[in-house]
């Protein structure tokens, strides 16, 4: 967001409600989010589960973690089972998204978001987030692939990038944890991100 936009917004919002997404972010802390959903259109597709985990002071923080399970009526087929391994009877078992995505943002505050391939992230919980607040969501966000290709590219300017998740965590001495879970993903997207920090990057 635009740092005129947010000062528009925290002016008209700072005092409501939501007024703690507005509060200035602490230094050296994010927080690393993950969804799983039913597919990848936004526009029809339903959150199964949300995930977040801070990262703080060279530590993953998961006594910390906000993890949630999102209820849906929605079907959905064998394949996007396999991916989350989330069944229908445990989707129609999640807690209303209303109530999970007013709890996490409020559990949230102002903190930056770090994610991969985070715009997804965003615009499921888009809707969501306006509805309940009436504008978008302003947090300040980190993509780790975005940074991994800035770093690829500086590294080694005539290679193509290769911003493939498993990938970069192989690069970076990261197991992957848990794939295709919101926790798993989160938690190691979070480890990235502190072993990229070890290496000294971002560099300013």
């Not at 295709?180 to 990235?192: E, F, I, K, N, R």
Request: aromatic share 8%.
């Amino acid at each position: 967001m635009h740092p005129l936009s947010r000062w528009w917004m925290r002016r008209r919002h700072g005092a409501g409600e939501w007024g703690g997404l507005f509060a200035a972010a602490a230094d050296g802390e994010w927080v690393s989010l993950d969804l799983e959903t039913t597919g990848m259109n936004p526009a029809k597709d339903h959150i199964l589960s949300l995930a977040a985990v801070p990262v703080r002071d060279g530590r993953l923080r998961l006594s910390e973690r906000f993890e949630r399970r999102v209820h849906t009526a929605r079907a959905f087929g064998i394949e996007s089972i396999r991916h989350h391994r989330i069944t229908p009877d445990e989707a129609s078992s999640g807690e209303q998204v209303t109530d999970v995505v007013r709890d996490f943002l409020q559990w949230l505050g102002s903190r930056r978001l770090l994610g991969y391939y985070l715009g997804f992230d965003l615009d499921m919980l888009a809707p969501h987030v306006r509805a309940l607040a009436g504008f978008a969501l302003p947090n300040p966000v980190v993509d780790l692939g975005g940074e991994v290709a800035i770093l690829q590219r500086r590294q080694r300017p005539d290679a193509p990038v290769n911003l493939d998740f498993a990938h970069i965590a192989e690069t970076l001495g990261v197991p992957m944890i848990a794939r295709h879970t919101a926790l798993g993903d989160a938690t190691t997207v979070g480890l990235c991100w502190l072993a990229l920090q070890r290496r000294g990057w971002p560099a300013n």
